[in-house]
């Protein structure tokens, strides 16, 4: 039995939800989200709470994600999502340049990345970006397309990660001798 799916959610005083055949939308104060559910997933509000149910057992996993969804753009559009990202290595360094992020990681010319819509960007030090937005998609794939330009790498450690991240090192061919 999905134990996420059985979960009932409860709706912020300033959140509005509404439900139109298999599209659930979502409104608050920091904007507004829609997810499409499975056929076989039916969304129910009661008052203040909200219930995902499913016909029968057969559809457990979209259960689980359906709920799990829901409760994502609830948060997202009360409080929002943020990640923040590290850059380890001479010369590497974040700047905004408007509408974009130009990363200088090594290579001959320094990356620039458009901010999506919805987005917001900060550079509180040259070495470290913070991406916050209220859709958790968005941020985290944004997030990955930075990270991607230059991954850490195992030996120095140098390039981009997550702030929360553990880079794995590995020894040299000399030390290992």
Known sequence: MSRIGNRVLTIPENVTVSVDDQTVNVKGPKGELS???????????????????RKND?????????????????????????????????GYRFTLKGNKLAIAAGFSHPMEMEIPAGLTVEVPTNTQ???????????????????????????????????????????GKKAAK
Do not use: C, W
């Open 35 to 53: 997810t499409k559910i499975d056929r076989n997933i039916t969304v129910s509000i009661e008052g203040n709470e909200l219930k995902v149910e």
């Open 129 to 171: 970006v913070i991406i916050k937005g209220f859709d958790k998609y968005l941020v985290g794939e944004f997030a990955a397309n930075v990270r991607k330009t230059r991954k850490p790498e195992p030996y120095k450690g140098k390039g981009i990660r997550y702030s929360d991240e553990r880079v794995i090192r590995k020894v």
């Open 58 to 90: 057969k559809y457990k996993q979209f259960h689980g994600t359906a709920n799990a969804n829901i409760n994502n753009m609830l948060i997202g559009v009360t409080e929002g999502f943020s990640k923040t990202l590290d850059m380890v290595g001479v």
